[in-house]
T-cell receptor, first 115, second 114 residues
Framework: AQSVTQLDSHVSVSEGTPVLLRCNYS??????LFWYVQHPNKGLQLLLK????ATLVKGINGFEAEFKKSETSFHLTKPSAHMSDAAEYFCVVTVNAGNNRKLIWGLGTSLAVNP | GAGVSQSPSNKVTEKGKDVELRCDPI?????LYWYRQRLGQGLEFLIY????????KSGLPSDRFSAERTGESVSTLTIQRTQQEDSAVYLC????????????FGSGTRLTVV
């Protein structure tokens, strides 16, 4: 069965230090993978997506993620955290279900950035 | 329109009343999802529409929940006899139906059942 696991429900970093949000997936097929961010009182925003091209994907706001098939991981990173990065982050995999496609969501990781 | 539009943005209703939530997709998007997010919890899949195929209703939590969509048009999510545990943000997402693309989310409807 397909699944997505975000390994940390909460991550706290200091401003200016690196960010690592971990995501592992399970899929029977070559997946498409996404990271979304949700700031308080705002809708979801797509950060980046992996679609079987380059394994290192660059997104908005300085975020990037690397698809590692051997580890079934798609961890989100940023070299230097900014206060505005504090938000909820969701890892998502799309899977094929017959003629349909479904989104499988992780439970989210809450990122806190301390001054 | 330029994005996914959801209405109303906020809805307060009394327990036992019916509510209807609306989602206007991006033109041409064949895939449409409904999710809900309760306070402090992750996104919960509710229902998925893909073009004219039979919808995937596997996420609907009870028979009080139903949703409709005709073709690639507007979708409505209806909750009958609302309960306090239905309080959540209901999100709609639409996409072009191909797995290589991300999905665009509306800003959601915040439902509060009192």
């Amino acid at each position: 069965a397909q699944s997505v696991t975000q390994l940390d429900s909460h991550v706290s970093v200091s401003e200016g230090t690196p960010v690592l949000l971990r995501c592992n997936y399970s899929s029977s097929y070559s997946p498409s993978l996404f990271w979304y961010v949700q700031h308080p009182n705002k809708g979801l925003q797509l950060l980046l997506k992996y679609t079987s091209a380059a394994t290192l994907v660059k997104g908005i706001n300085g975020f990037e993620a690397e698809f590692k098939k051997s580890e079934t991981s798609f961890h989100l990173t940023k070299p230097s955290a900014h206060m505005s990065d504090a938000a909820e982050y969701f890892c998502v995999v799309t899977v094929n279900a017959g003629n349909n496609r479904k989104l499988i969501w992780g439970l989210g990781t809450s990122l806190a950035v301390n001054p | 329109g330029a994005g996914v539009s959801q209405s109303p943005s906020n809805k307060v209703t009394e327990k036992g009343k019916d509510v209807e939530l609306r989602c206007d997709p991006i033109s041409g998007h064949t895939a449409l999802y409904w999710y809900r997010q309760r306070l402090g919890q992750g996104l919960e899949f509710l229902i998925y529409f893909q073009g004219n195929s039979a919808p995937d209703k596997s996420g609907l939590p009870s028979d009080r929940f139903s949703a409709e969509r005709t073709g690639e048009s507007v979708s409505t999510l209806t909750i009958q006899r609302t309960q306090q545990e239905d309080s959540a943000v209901y999100l709609c997402a639409t996409g072009p139906g191909r797995s290589s693309y991300g999905y665009t989310f509306g800003s959601g409807t915040r439902l509060t059942v009192v």
